[in-house]
C-alpha cells in the first residue's frame, strides 16, 4: 500500500443493535481528517464485517455497540479476522456502551482501542493515525 493512499476505515455495527447516531458522529469526524470511511451499516454479522474488510483492503475496523453483545460479536469478529489472516495487518477499535470490567476482556483478544460515549472524535483520530500497522 503506497504511503500516500488515505486511511481507510470500515465502521460497523454487529448484532441487533439499532443505534447509529455515535458511529455516525465518529464516520463524520474521521472523513473530515481525511480517512476514508466504509459504514455498514445496522445489523449486521460478523461474517458480513470481515468480508466488507477484506473486500475494501481497510486498514482499520472500528466497532460500535450499544446492546450489551460485544463480547460475544467483537470475539466472533477477532476471530474470522484472524483466519482469515488480516489481524496482523488491521487495527481493531470499539465503542460504544462498554463496562470497565470489559476492557480487559477485549485488549486480550486483540482490540486496540476503546471509546465510551462522549469520547473526543480527535483522539479517536489521533489514536488511528498513532497505531496503524502500516507506514502514512
Do not use: C, W
Not at 461474517?47 to 466488507?52: K, L, P, Y
Not at 460485544?70 to 496482523?88: G, N
Amino acid at each position: 500500500m503506497s504511503t500516500n493512499q488515505k486511511i481507510r476505515v470500515l465502521l460497523a455495527k454487529p448484532g441487533l443493535d439499532g443505534h447509529d447516531r455515535g458511529v455516525k458522529v465518529v464516520a463524520r469526524a474521521l472523513r473530515d481528517a481525511g480517512m476514508e470511511v466504509i459504514y455498514t451499516g445496522l445489523h449486521k454479522s460478523p461474517e458480513v464485517i470481515i468480508e466488507a474488510a477484506l473486500q475494501e483492503d481497510v486498514d482499520v475496523i472500528g466497532l460500535s455497540s450499544l446492546s450489551g453483545a460485544h463480547l460475544a460479536l467483537f470475539t466472533q469478529i477477532m476471530k474470522l479476522l484472524s483466519e482469515r489472516e488480516m489481524a496482523e495487518d488491521t487495527l481493531v477499535i470499539a465503542g460504544g456502551i462498554i463496562p470497565d470490567a470489559d476492557i480487559p476482556k477485549l485488549e486480550k483478544i486483540g482490540i486496540k482501542g476503546i471509546f465510551g460515549p462522549g469520547a473526543d472524535t480527535d483522539d479517536i483520530t489521533n489514536f488511528i493515525r498513532s497505531n496503524l500497522k502500516r507506514t502514512i
